[in-house]
């Protein structure tokens, strides 16, 4: 899942890592996913953040994303400009 946040105030790509930082620290902990900064990295108000896990079938991925992405827009600091999830599996390998 790829998140693409606007930050709130922010004014130099230092206070970005800090804002960004413990979301992404939040998202690995609660929901045992893979999660990084992936996007936007020039840029101190906009970011982008790649979310993946793995799992034996397609319902829990999405329901474990689906939380991933509600717990993001939860956050005041941040504005989720969007989220796209896609799923993969054996045949697109």
């Given amino acids: ?14 206070q970005k890592r800090s804002v960004v930082r413990p979301i992404v620290a939040e998202l690995r902990r609660r929901f045992e996913v893979s999660a990084a900064e992936s996007g936007h990295l020039d840029l101190h ?21 689906d939380a991933c992405e509600a717990l993001v827009a ?4 941040i ?7 896609r799923l993969w599996d054996d045949e697109d390998a």
């Avoid at 993946?52 to 474990?64: K, L, Q």
């Avoid at 504005?79 to 999830?85: K, T, V």
């Fill in 1 to 14: 899942m790829r998140l693409d946040l606007l930050l709130g105030d922010v004014h130099s790509l230092k």
């Fill in 45 to 65: 108000r906009r970011c982008e953040v790649g979310v993946a896990v793995v799992a034996p079938d397609a319902a829990h991925v999405r329901e474990v994303l």
């Fill in 74 to 77: 939860g956050r005041p600091e």
């Fill in 79 to 85: 504005e989720l400009l969007s989220a796209h999830q």
